[in-house]
Each structure stands twice: as C-alpha cells, then as structure tokens.
Nanobody, 115 residues
C-alpha cells in the first residue's frame, strides 16, 4: 500500500518559516520525482517545487529564492523549507510522487500565513 504523509503545516506570521515533510512508504522512493503542489481556496492546484531522482530541482517563479526542496532517500522523505512566507502562500500543500505514468498524492497539510 502506497502512502504519502505530509506534516509540518500550521499557522505562521508573514516573514516566518516552516518546513514541510512528506514521508513515503510502499514505493521505491529513490526512483521517483518528488513534488510539492499547493491549492488555495477557489484556485487550481499549482506546482510549487520538484526534485528529481538525481537531485535536480525546479521551482515556481513565485517561490524562487524563498523555498528549498530537498530529499533524503535513506528516510524516504522529501522536504520543503519555506522562508519569508507571505499571506499569498496560504494553501493546502500536497506531496506528489511521480515516475513514468504513475502518480501518487498525499492528503495535504494546511499552511496559513497571517498576522
């Protein structure tokens, strides 16, 4: 059974930081491209960042220089370090695992940036 479990969300003030984690089971983690997506109320789900099996990263323009995606293959976990958070970063953040035509999603974790 494949599971992707996100954690680390919460309420943070503008300018603050959070680190999201996504721990997986049931997949050969090291071969998957791992991604973080987010969905704000009334908006479509959008890409935040991805990291390939080889460690190459890609970011949405809106989070470049503020967010960092990383992975620990020994722990089957992908991380998203979020700094300088803005109210517009408020969303449910989802973890994704993808290889070829296979896609798995986590249940999401809420991030709220508000004073």
């Amino acid at each position: 059974q494949v599971q992707l479990v996100e954690s680390g969300g919460g309420l943070v003030q503008p300018g603050g930081s959070l680190r999201l984690s996504c721990t997986t089971s049931g997949i050969i983690f090291s071969i998957y491209t791992m991604g973080w997506y987010r969905q704000a109320p009334g908006k479509e789900r959008e890409l935040v960042a991805t990291i390939t099996s080889g460690g190459s990263t890609n970011y949405a323009d809106s989070v470049k220089d503020r967010f960092t995606v990383s992975r620990d293959n020994a722990k089957n976990t992908v991380y998203l370090q979020m700094n300088s958070l803005k109210p517009e970063d408020t969303a449910v953040y989802y973890c994704n695992a993808a290889v070829y035509h296979v896609n798995y999603w986590g249940q999401g974790t809420q991030v709220t940036v508000s004073s």
